[in-house]
């Protein structure tokens, strides 16, 4: 299985400032399509995951511009501009390479 | 509006079956795919599986063997089967289209 690693956040994060959490794969995500298949999504306290980012960087529709997401074959970033406090939650990278889909452990944003 | 909601019994005695019904509307289950996805009380995210549009299912391995996914095009239901529940399995479950829309979720517990 594809092991998802992600990094801390030096919480809390200060209203307005930039937060950007790692996460890393244990194998390349490129499929031979040349689509590299990691999503991001946040899930708020109480609520379903909400997809944020598909193939590493296209925003999923109604999504913020403050959310860009980069990266490539293993290593990735999403990036939070001008954090507000509606980006509280847990962070989570995904990847759908390949079978079973895996998830990061979760990168919690606190808000100062 | 794309909408998806799972049903089932909050608690299940351990060593029984699991069955779980996730009803969609706003999509056609003919061209669009629905995964399952579990999460224990303050955990991360196990994808568990997924129904194809074409009906054909792929499971995530570690499950695989009390593992069942099914559906009724004609209800527009996906169901979910999973048998020898042990206490670990005890989580939320959430069905979800593609990750871009999730259901709000059902609490399953696995205790006697």
């Known amino acids: 299985d594809i092991v998802m690693t992600q990094g801390a956040l030096p919480n809390p994060v200060p209203s307005g400032e930039s937060a950007s959490i790692t996460c890393r794969s244990s194998k390349s995500l490129v499929y031979k399509d040349g689509k590299t298949y990691l999503n991001w999504f946040l899930q708020r306290p109480g609520q379903s995951p909400q997809l944020l980012t598909y193939?590493?960087?296209t925003r999923a529709s109604g999504v913020s511009e403050r959310f860009s997401g980069s990266g490539s074959g293993t290593y990735f970033t999403l990036k939070i501009s001008r954090v507000r406090a509606e980006d509280a939650g847990v962070y989570y990278c995904q990847q759908v390479r390949e079978y079973p889909y895996t998830f990061g452990a979760g990168t919690k944003l606190e808000l100062k | 509006q794309v909408q998806l909601k799972e049903s089932g019994p909050g608690l299940v005695q351990p060593s029984q079956t699991l069955s779980l019904t996730c009803t969609v509307s706003?999509?056609?289950?003919?061209?669009?795919?629905v995964s399952w996805i579990r999460q224990p009380p303050g955990k991360g995210l196990e994808w568990m599986g997924v129904?194809?549009?074409?009906?054909?299912?792929d499971y995530n391995s570690a499950i695989k063997s009390r593992l069942s996914i099914s559906r009724d095009t004609s209800k527009s239901q996906v169901f979910l089967k999973m048998n020898s529940l042990q206490t670990e399995d005890t989580a939320m479950y959430f069905c979800?289209?593609?990750?871009?829309?999730w259901g709000q979720g059902v609490m399953v517990t696995v205790s006697s």
């Open positions: 706003g999509l056609s289950l003919t061209s669009n795919s």
């Open positions: 193939w590493t960087s």
């Open positions: 979800a289209r593609n990750f871009d829309y």
């Open positions: 129904i194809w549009s074409n009906g054909g299912t």
